[in-house]
């Protein structure tokens, strides 16, 4: 008899369907929520892209002009303004040149945001801007150049973090990374000393 | 209350419709505001590359309207510089005509003369038989003067040295007459193989060259031969006039001003055109890019309201201003013109000094004048230039342009070079027939105690020993009577065998080319001048007079000392030479001449003797003279303004090249900036949402300039120097770099390029419609540290 009911009640249990609906969001809601972390983290590296490409574009305009002129830092200046924005603030220290840019930019009256010179900083960090090391545009005439930018993106959607990136350390930040790149070719301009020697002295 | 909402609670738990729908809702919201963050980071990315674009399109556009004005007053200017060469070469053919012309027919009608038997050349080669005639007479006498002589030697004096000296005298009298006839004239080997050949260009001897080189029966055809080409150059040069006479039958100066001033007046035109041509530019960026546009500039042309007008980097001519200055050389104020540099009365002019001879060289020469006269000038003064813009293109142009006409006159010379060939042919006469000089000095054919070989004078004069004989004295004198004359009847004929050897070089000199070239130059400098003096052209913005600046002033200093002391000493060298060479023959300080018996070979011999000396001291005369004058004419040349095209660096060259900073941004750069229409705007989506409500406007801007390369190519135009003299067509040399950038084929190669915007915070103070450009973006302030360091391109 007592066999019975225990049987019962398995079976009365078994058809319960009561709770059900909590048991199946349980299971399934982390499996969603990753998906949607996942989404959101390429949306994510998809804007951070976007950035990217237009810091090559940046970088690429400044090279049009500076490397003739013998300034390859504003080349990589402009690299660092234009991701600024995705970067989070550096953790180990702020560079000088930063904290400079932040105040002539607050001088001109633009409206800084107080991390701006930690992010520039962690982006002088995380970013690698790079062209063609052989030619000495300060001496060319008009050349094509390739302006590569790689960047070190953090990841920030915790589960699709681990996912897409790798772990690293950026500027004191920890966490998981991955490396974006972009591209840009543009004619640079013809530099004035283009048919000059060694000395600055004309051929 | 609290059941009712405990009630709710339970129905809303109870009831499962539409929980799905709020996790979609809350998904999608998700996945929108990250498509949303994608767009705007998409739009503003995009619309801010069409923005630069934009921008640098147009600036690149405008600058190349720049460069291309000014290649274009380039040409202009060119054109006039080719008008002028056109009047020079018009104004040069008359008198070059007239010279060739000239020369062409005297010359025939010295030829016409000459084969009607009349003069000249028969004459010529009578002289030369008498002369040969007259060689053999006085050998005759001085031969038998010295066997005379050499009778009585051996009893010349008591003493055995005595006797022995004048005895080798006598005999070295004797190797010297027996070269002289035997070898010098007759043609015979010598006796010693130290001694000289016969004097001929094949070996021949005097009396040879006098009998194979005046045939009788050739003479005709030489003559013939020269009419036959007098009369080729002639149609030579009548192709030369008929080639010219159309240009010569119209008054090309006038014609010339003319076109001068029409291109003058196009110059002034395009240049003014610029500002209008840049701004519809500007417009038509704008409306293709649907973007508003603002030019800014850094020197002229920016305006209260609006977009600044872009400005030509020109100036006329005629606005340059003159200069006043203190001369130390003439102690007067004069004014000198901008154009027509240290011409005239603001030349640079140094009285002539008179260089006094050292004592002690007077005591060595004492024959020297105590003083002579140093040239301390070249004609119209130091450094004198005349269209100091422009001269350059033209005189390379006049270079050129003489050419076009030099082929005739190259074609008569060519013609005289042939018949001066066929000449020598029909004569039989080497190409460059020589007939040697009868030497100062042979070798004796003996040694002499010391086993060496004494040179013995051609001919020898003879000293009676003491104690000698009435009769021993009167042989010597006659010796030294006939010898002299002998030895001047030898040179005497030689002179006459080199005159006919060369006595047809009046038909076959080449002058015609050097006549046309003399003639172009003097038109040219005429030219010139008149085109200084009219001013009716565009120098560059930057061109001024000005002062040498500092730091090359030491340089300068020593480079126009060493090239006036140079010059002083070359130009006056020559002229004290020749002067301190004739003193020096004439008084024979160191005796050189008594061992001479004829006049002519004694002064040939001094002057062979004192020639090292005359240089020697003609040398240490002049350079000391110009030592002393050339810092006072450096000092002044230093101390006076220059014609620069471009504002000298203010540091050494090299590594400062080309124009400065400063003048390029005044002159040559413009700046743009650009914003978006309203129509253009980034679409931001959900930007309230996205957290940017008050996203200022899109900015961006670009530099941009006229440039030119050949700035920094030495052959065309770089590698000026400021510190040392510049050598130069007309003046020598000159305290400048000459210019140009508006007036030679290199200056025509002005490009337009994207440039760092260096000059953006000048231009912000300057330009406010830049200004607020700036300030709608959201930078409101233009100091110029900031906006330096955040000018990234």
Redesign the interface.
């Known amino acids: 008899m007592s066999d019975m009911s225990a049987l019962r009640r398995i079976l009365i249990t078994i058809h319960d369907t009561r709770g059900g609906?909590t048991i199946s969001f349980a299971v399934a809601f982390p499996i969603?929520l990753f998906i949607?972390g996942v989404?959101?983290q390429y949306?994510?590296i998809?804007?951070a892209k976007?950035?990217i490409?237009?810091a090559a574009?940046?970088a690429a305009?400044?090279a049009?002009?500076?490397l003739p002129?013998g300034?390859p830092d504003?080349?990589r200046?402009?690299a660092f303004?234009a991701l600024a924005p995705i970067c989070p603030s550096a953790k180990d220290s702020v560079t000088a040149d930063a904290i400079?840019?932040a105040?002539?930019?607050r001088?001109?009256?633009?409206?800084v945001p107080d991390s701006f010179s930690a992010r520039y900083t962690y982006a002088s960090e995380a970013a690698r801007v790079t062209w063609d090391p052989n030619i000495d545009y300060t001496r060319s005439?008009s050349r094509e150049l390739t302006m590569k930018v790689i960047y070190r993106f953090y990841l920030t959607v915790p589960g699709a973090a681990r996912v897409v990136g790798t772990a690293s350390n950026v500027g004191g930040v920890s966490g998981m990374f991955i490396d974006l790149l972009s591209t840009c070719q543009v004619q640079t301009?013809?530099s004035?000393?283009?048919?000059?020697d060694g000395?600055?002295?004309?051929? | 209350m609290a059941f009712r909402i405990i009630s709710i609670l339970h129905r809303l738990h109870r009831d499962?419709r539409g929980?799905i729908g709020v996790?979609m809702l809350l998904?999608v919201w998700?996945?929108v505001s990250?498509?949303a963050?994608?767009w705007n980071?998409?739009e503003v990315?995009t619309k801010?590359?069409n923005l630069?674009t934009a921008v640098?399109s147009a600036a690149q556009s405008e600058a190349t309207w720049l460069a291309r004005i000014t290649n274009l007053v380039t040409a202009q200017n060119m054109v006039i510089c080719q008008d002028g060469s056109m009047e020079a070469i018009w104004r040069a053919v008359p008198p070059a005509d007239q010279r060739v012309r000239a020369e062409l027919e005297n010359e025939l009608a010295e030829a016409q003369k000459l084969l009607s038997g009349d003069e000249g050349f028969q004459k010529l080669r009578d002289q030369m038989l008498k002369k040969l005639q007259a060689v053999d007479t006085e050998y005759a006498q001085v031969s038998g003067a010295l066997a005379n002589v050499q009778s009585q030697a051996g009893g010349a004096s008591s003493d055995p040295k005595i006797n022995q000296k004048f005895g080798n005298d006598v005999r070295q009298a004797g190797v010297a007459l027996n070269w002289t006839q035997n070898t010098y004239v007759n043609g015979q080997p010598p006796a010693s193989n130290r001694q000289p050949n016969p004097p001929g260009p094949r070996g021949e001897g005097l009396r040879q060259l006098v009998q194979n080189w005046s045939p009788p029966d050739t003479e005709v055809k030489l003559i013939q031969a020269v009419i036959a080409s007098l009369n080729q150059q002639l149609v030579v040069l009548g192709q030369f006039e008929a080639r010219s006479a159309p240009g010569e039958a119209q008054n090309v100066p006038a014609i010339a001003a003319a076109h001068e001033a029409e291109v003058f007046d196009n110059e002034r035109q395009m240049a003014d055109q610029l500002s209008a041509t840049a701004l519809h530019q500007m417009k038509q960026h704008a409306d293709f890019y649907n973007v508003q546009l603002t030019l800014a500039v850094c020197g002229n042309g920016a305006q209260s309201n609006g977009p600044a007008q872009l400005q030509p980097p020109f100036a006329l001519a005629a606005d340059i201003p003159s200069v006043s200055h203190y001369d130390s050389l003439s102690g007067q104020t004069i004014t000198i013109d901008p154009i027509n540099v240290h011409a005239d009365e603001a030349k640079i002019w140094s009285p002539n000094v008179q260089a006094a001879v050292p004592h002690w060289l007077l005591q060595m020469f004492p024959g020297l004048p105590a003083a002579y006269t140093i040239n301390c000038n070249i004609a119209d003064g130091w450094g004198h230039l005349y269209a100091a813009p422009i001269h350059r293109y033209f005189n390379e142009r006049v270079g050129k342009d003489e050419q076009g006409l030099q082929i005739y006159m190259q074609q008569i010379d060519d013609l005289r070079r042939q018949l001066a060939e066929l000449l020598n042919q029909l004569r039989g006469l080497p190409p460059k027939a020589n007939i040697a000089s009868l030497p100062m000095t042979i070798s004796d054919s003996q040694t002499n105690v010391t086993g060496g070989y004494d040179l013995i004078p051609v001919l020898p004069r003879l000293t009676s020993p003491a104690g000698a004989t009435d009769e021993l004295r009167a042989a010597v004198d006659i010796y030294n009577k006939h010898g002299g004359t002998y030895t001047g009847a030898v040179r005497s004929l030689q002179a006459a065998l080199v005159g006919w050897v060369h006595y047809y070089d009046r038909f076959t000199r080449p002058f015609a080319v050097s006549a046309w070239h003399g003639a172009v130059n003097r038109a040219r400098a005429l030219v010139l001048k008149n085109l200084g003096i009219s001013k009716q052209f565009m120098v560059l913005a930057t061109y001024q007079l000005r002062s040498i600046p500092e730091w090359a002033q030491a340089g300068a200093s020593v480079s126009a000392e060493s090239a006036i002391r140079d010059r002083i000493v070359t130009d006056n060298i020559g002229p004290v030479s020749r002067a301190i060479l004739s003193a020096m023959v004439g008084s024979d300080p160191r005796g050189a001449g008594g061992g001479y018996l004829d006049p002519t070979g004694k002064d040939q011999y001094l002057g062979a003797f004192y020639s090292q000396w005359a240089s020697a001291v003609a040398y240490q005369i002049v350079n000391t003279a110009a030592a002393r004058v050339s810092p006072l004419i450096a000092a002044e040349w230093v101390s006076r303004p220059w014609p620069y095209e471009i504002t000298p660096p203010d540091q050494q060259v090299?590594?400062?090249?080309?124009m400065i900073t400063a003048d390029r941004q005044r002159f040559f750069t413009l700046l743009m900036a650009a914003r978006p229409q309203q129509t253009t705007q980034p679409k931001l989506f959900m930007s309230k949402l996205m957290g940017n409500p008050q996203t200022p406007q899109l900015l961006a801007h670009g530099?941009a300039e006229a440039?030119n390369?050949?700035?920094?190519?030495?052959?065309y135009g770089?590698?000026e120097r400021f510190d040392q003299v510049t050598w130069g067509t007309e003046a020598g040399f000159v305290g400048c770099p000459v210019p140009w950038r508006l007036s030679t084929e290199g200056g025509w190669n002005w490009?337009p390029?994207?440039?760092?915007?260096d000059a953006l915070s000048a231009a912000l103070q300057n330009n406010p419609e830049l200004s607020d450009f700036f300030q709608q973006a959201?930078?409101?302030?233009?100091?110029a540290?900031?906006?330096d360091?955040?000018?990234?391109?």
Do not use: Y
């Not at chain 1, 001088?107 to 409206?111: A, D, E, K, N, R």
């Not at chain 2, 390029?753 to 915007?757: D, G, I, K, P």
């Open positions: 609906a969603f949607v989404l959101v949306a994510l998809v804007n976007l950035v490409d237009n574009q940046q305009r400044a049009v002009t500076s002129e300034k504003n080349v200046a402009a303004m400079a840019l105040q002539s930019l001088t001109l009256g633009v409206s005439p301009s013809h004035r000393a283009a048919f000059t000395s600055g002295w004309p051929h | 499962r929980n996790l998904t998700c996945l990250l498509m963050m994608v980071t998409g990315a801010r590359q630069q640098d090299p590594p400062a090249v080309g530099q440039f390369w050949m700035e920094f190519h030495r052959a770089g590698g490009h390029r994207l440039a760092t915007a959201g930078i409101i302030g233009n100091d540290d900031s906006v360091k955040l000018t990234l391109h």
